[in-house]
């Protein structure tokens, strides 16, 4: 799976120029697609833990790519000084990524994160992390 939608547009300098509303759109799509495909990938998750083959597939198909696009976007805005600089980008990138499965994905195997309705778990995460990540001083004021 290569970049695809606002991460490849971000990645490929055709992006917003606001790098808020980028961010945010990025964040919002990835929400999406694991929401969308979330019963395939805990299925793809379930085998993996016995089938090596799934695992790559997981892995080194699906989740590599996006985590080094995501780490490649969250370095350059970084360098750019758009984004906070983080102790590691990589990391960040996976806590990015682990932070909008747990919310579109992994909350409905939680007692009290499954009530949590669709719209308020995008919201949620994407707000935290956009605020954690976005310097304060690029955050639209309506939104701090």
Do not use: C
């Given at each position: 799976?290569?970049?695809?939608?606002?991460?490849a547009?971000?990645?490929?300098?055709?992006?917003?120029?606001?790098?808020?509303?980028?961010?945010?759109?990025?964040?919002?799509?990835?929400?999406?697609?694991?929401?969308?495909?979330?019963?395939?990938?805990?299925?793809?998750?379930?085998?993996?833990?016995?089938?090596?083959?799934?695992?790559?597939?997981?892995?080194?198909?699906i989740?590599?790519?996006?985590?080094?696009?995501?780490?490649?976007?969250?370095?350059?805005?970084?360098?750019?000084?758009t984004?906070?600089?983080?102790?590691?980008?990589?990391?960040?990138?996976?806590?990015?990524?682990?932070?909008?499965?747990?919310?579109?994905?992994?909350?409905?195997?939680?007692?009290?994160?499954?009530?949590?309705?669709?719209?308020?778990?995008?919201?949620?995460?994407?707000?935290?992390?956009?605020?954690?990540l976005?310097?304060?001083?690029?955050?639209?004021?309506?939104?701090?």
């Open positions: 799976m290569v970049p695809f939608g606002a991460l547009e971000a990645l490929s300098g055709r992006g917003a120029g606001d790098t808020a509303a980028e961010f945010e759109k990025i964040l919002r799509e990835l929400f999406e697609l694991e929401s969308r495909t979330r019963e395939a990938a805990d299925m793809l998750e379930r085998s993996a833990r016995e089938l090596p083959e799934m695992a790559d597939l997981l892995n080194a198909g989740r590599a790519p996006v985590l080094a696009a995501l780490t490649e976007y969250l370095a350059a805005r970084a360098e750019a000084g984004l906070r600089r983080t102790p590691d980008t990589a990391a960040t990138a996976r806590l990015v990524l682990e932070t909008l499965t747990w919310f579109a994905r992994h909350r409905f195997s939680d007692p009290d994160g499954a009530a949590i309705p669709a719209g308020l778990a995008a919201d949620t995460a994407v707000d935290a992390l956009v605020h954690a976005v310097p304060a001083s690029a955050v639209p004021a309506g939104a701090r």
